[in-house]
Antibody, heavy 120, light 113 residues
Framework: EVQMVESGGALVQPGGSLRLSCATSGFTFRKYTMDWVRQAPGKGLEWVSYISGDGTSIEYADSVKGRFTISRDNAENSLFLEMNSLRAEDTAVYYC?????????????WGQGTLVTVSS | DIVMTQSPDSLAVSLGERATISCKSS????????????LAWYQQRPGHPPKLLIH???MREPGVPDRFSGSGSGTDFTLTITTLQAEDVAVYYC?????????FGQGTKVELK
């Protein structure tokens, strides 16, 4: 059974930093591109970033480029999102999502999400 | 980035009736090389993460009831729910994945009339 569990969400002040993690199990993690998608309270879905299975291909949304860094540890079956210079508009539930097909595809499995709140 | 626009923003449907949601993309998401439309539909119930219903515009995920169907190609797509059930009350999103920067529609809220 595929399982994906995010952690690391917290209340942080503007300008602060946070590191999100997504622990996975039940599939061959290194074979899949993984993404982060966020959802501000009461709002829609916004794609944040992706990383290919081997970690060599990475892309970011313009809204987070230069501030967020995606990475993965295939030995630990884990995905990460390092978030710096956080702004109020980064407040959201952050989901990790698995890409169904290589190299690009829909998101067939999602974690339950972790809440990041940026506020003073 | 490709802009995805859904209509309507909300929809009230009686139990057992049909719900139809439209999704339009600002540019084609069809790839002639493999004859596929890079378009997915998700369902999000309150307090839950999104759930993939349909990919490649019309292919249902395993376990998704056949009352859900997707159609369309190029820039115009439709999600149809025939015979709405109470558990179908949710927000539905379309998403394009034809580019390396996927984008979602703004969502359509389906409620019971």
């Amino acid at each position: 059974e595929v399982q994906m569990v995010e952690s690391g969400g917290a209340l942080v002040q503007p300008g602060g930093s946070l590191r999100l993690s997504c622990a996975t199990s039940g599939f061959t993690f290194r074979k899949y591109t993984m993404d982060w998608v966020r959802q501000a309270p009461g709002k829609g879905l916004e794609w944040v970033s992706y990383i290919s299975g081997d970690g060599t291909s990475i892309e970011y949304a313009d809204s987070v480029k230069g501030r967020f860094t995606i990475s993965r540890d295939n030995a630990e079956n884990s995905l990460f999102l390092e978030m710096n210079s956080l702004r109020a508009e980064d407040t959201a539930v952050y989901y990790c999502a698995r890409v169904k097909t290589v190299p690009i595809g829909s998101f067939d499995f999602w974690g339950q999400g972790t809440l990041v709140t940026v506020s003073s | 980035d490709i802009v995805m626009t859904q209509s309507p923003d909300s929809l009230a449907v009686s139990l057992g009736e049909r719900a139809t949601i439209s999704c339009k993309s600002s540019q084609s998401v069809f790839y002639s090389s493999n004859a596929k439309d890079y378009l997915a539909w998700y369902q999000q119930r309150p307090g839950h993460p999104p759930k993939l219903l349909i990919h490649w515009a019309s292919m249902r995920e395993p376990g998704v009831p056949d009352r859900f169907s997707g159609s369309g190609s190029g820039t115009d797509f439709t999600l149809t729910i025939t015979t709405l059930q109470a558990e179908d009350v949710a927000v539905y999103y379309c998403q394009q994945y034809s580019s390396s920067r996927p984008t979602f529609g703004q969502g359509t809220k389906v409620e019971l009339k």
